[in-house]
């Protein structure tokens, strides 16, 4: 056993916590203070010595999140889940027709739950031992694992869909579906950029290599179309057209967009660049592994996850120059230039929510409520002109 001497981090109780560590009060501790307490700390002999000390924590701090075991034992895509998810999952993929997006998020969320019940005792049947008590309890625990309500609210409507078709197969004997409570939240306005710095931001875009080029087209297809990234994604080069194409939104409900010449121009820029290579996508990866002998593989599509990378990179290159970072702070993720968009066709169209509504795919109008600048500003300009109503009409009774 080796001995170190150090600081460490104390429990509620005063005791240090750690894996395979044994502590013992240090014999000349009684002269320090209290929140520096010295211990000895008896580690393995293989486990090296200690270096790093650490204070106790102040009592005022927040306690550090536990979360549930389970939320480490979250069935990943590959994994199986039971019959009955499976079952219900190829239900919304056959019978609804939901796109594999819709299912794949299903999937993910139920996962969730399976873990959940896996850390009860289970019945043969997957479903018989569900009840009111543990859906509380799910939804409790969950809480602690997604703290968004927003992110909550999604898994919880998944969980309350499954519930209702185990009580449609027969698979349960009550309608659990009523006691999943979905929470309330507050959708955030969107941060755009702003108009006037739309064109400065895309011509300080750069085009030295072919990842410029296409971080360059994406950026400028997605404040031309308003599209999803996840649309734009799954674009082949063989679907953009200069006079619109069709692209898959939510739903798998299609919809027709529209470039501008610039961003047509940029898309063919990237393209011409890039050359006849063997893969369809119209985004590709353009990491080393991916262009061997400088050559796009067949199977190197672009992802989501690629996209918002690209995005980060980009950002962090006009981070050295203060001007430059000023165009693009406001670009955080792919879906505030979605949120340009449907800002820039608003002030265009003059307010026109119903053509922005079909060019983004939304199925209400009411999701585009959040745009309240736009909205704003027509109030304003609609109260100026009542200003100057009255005043001309007092002008008039005065004469």
């Avoid at 027969?170 to 579906?177: I, Q, T």
């Avoid at 999701?367 to 109260?383: G, H, N, P, Q, S």
Wanted: charged letters at 25%; one cysteine or more; glycine letters at 6%.
């Amino acid at each position: 056993m080796q001995r170190v001497r150090g600081f460490l981090e104390l429990g509620g109780d005063g005791i240090p916590r750690g894996p395979d560590v044994q502590v013992r009060r240090a014999v000349d501790g009684a002269s320090t203070p209290a929140a520096m307490t010295p211990w000895i700390l008896q580690a393995p002999d293989n486990t090296g010595v200690a270096t790093t000390s650490a204070t106790r924590r102040r009592p005022t701090a927040p306690a550090a999140t536990r979360l549930p075991a389970w939320a480490a034992e979250i069935p990943g895509p590959s994994d199986p889940l039971p019959d009955q998810v499976q079952q219900f999952l190829d239900w919304l993929r056959i019978q609804r027709n939901r796109p594999l997006t819709t299912v794949r998020a299903y999937r993910q969320d139920l996962a969730k739950f399976v873990a959940f019940l896996r850390r009860h005792p289970l019945a043969e049947d997957f479903t018989a031992a569900v009840d009111r008590a543990l859906l509380r309890r799910y939804q409790v625990e969950l809480a602690e694992v997604l703290p968004n309500p927003r992110t909550r609210a999604r898994a919880l409507v998944a969980l309350r869909q499954f519930l209702s078709y185990a009580y449609d197969e027969g698979w349960s004997e009550a309608e659990l579906s009523r006691q999943v409570s979905v929470p309330r939240y507050v959708v955030g306005d969107p941060h755009p950029v702003a108009t006037q710095t739309v064109p400065r931001l895309l011509a300080a875009l750069p085009t030295a290599t072919l990842r410029d080029l296409r971080d360059r087209a994406l950026i400028n297809l997605l404040v031309s179309t308003g599209c999803r990234i996840a649309e734009a994604c799954a674009l082949n080069r063989g679907d953009v057209r200069r006079d619109g194409f069709r692209v898959l939104g939510k739903g798998g409900k299609h919809r027709t967009v529209y470039l501008t010449a610039g961003a047509h121009d940029a898309v063919q820029d990237y393209l011409r660049l890039r050359g006849p290579d063997p893969a369809p996508a119209l985004f590709i990866s353009v990491a080393r592994p991916d262009i061997p002998g400088g050559r796009a593989l067949p199977h190197n599509r672009l992802t989501t996850d690629g996209a918002r990378h690209a995005l980060r990179a980009l950002r962090h290159r006009f981070s050295v120059d203060p001007a430059l970072f000023a165009l693009i702070d406001d670009l955080r993720t792919p879906h505030a230039a979605r949120h340009t968009a449907a800002t820039t066709l608003l002030e265009a169209t003059d307010g026109d929510v119903r053509l922005v509504q079909e060019v983004l795919g939304h199925a209400t109008l009411e999701t585009l409520r959040v745009y309240t600048e736009i909205t704003d500003k027509r109030k304003r300009a609609a109260y100026e002109r009542l200003g100057d109503y009255l005043e001309e009409v007092g002008t008039g009774a005065a004469g």
